[in-house]
């Protein structure tokens, strides 16, 4: 008989889900609360986001033996990213922050910010900060991001100071 996996406890992102901007981070697979605490939170400003996931692609492995043909895994990479967020009248909002070719972390902590729990850390280069226009819609800014570096995974919060 097998064992069934253990049922997930499913919860709705908007309202938990915290989005950083960290202006540095010395290790990215094991940031220290200061470096967390350092950060900007983005989460409320968030409109839209797309990307933010690694894909795995893979080489095939042939052999001359077999009609079939095997593959292992191959490169790692991330699509290009981006954040949507909500342009201020005034012009104070993420634009003096996410500016072209700033270098920071993105950091995901899907679940909100719980020590113990999981977070990603993403090393990225804004690649723009442009407005989005729209006829029918709130003025919002979409932020594109270079990922310059393997994204640190399932990473766990550190406890708060």
Do not use: H
């Not at 290009?80 to 967020?85: I, Y």
């Not at 310059?148 to 399932?154: D, G, H, R, S, Y």
Request: glycine fraction near 6%; aromatic fraction near 6%; include cysteine.
């Amino acid at each position: 008989m097998t064992t069934p996996i253990q049922a997930s406890t499913r919860y709705y992102r908007r309202g938990v889900t915290r989005v950083l901007w960290l202006p540095t981070v010395a290790t990215l697979t094991a940031p220290t609360r200061a470096e967390i605490n350092a950060g900007t939170d983005l989460a409320d400003e968030v409109s839209a986001m797309s990307g933010w996931q690694t894909t795995s692609g893979t080489v095939p492995t042939p052999a001359l033996g077999s009609r079939f043909t095997p593959s292992v895994n191959g490169e790692i990479t991330s699509p290009d990213s981006s954040l949507n967020f909500w342009a201020s009248k005034n012009a104070d909002d993420v634009r003096k922050l996410l500016v072209r070719e700033a270098v920071g972390v993105i950091v995901w902590l899907d679940e909100g910010d719980v020590p113990g729990q999981t977070m990603d850390l993403f090393r990225v280069s804004v690649s723009t900060c442009s407005k989005v226009r729209e006829l029918d819609g709130a003025a919002q800014l979409m932020a594109q991001f270079s990922i310059t570096a393997e994204p640190a995974e399932n990473v766990e919060i550190p406890a708060a100071a």
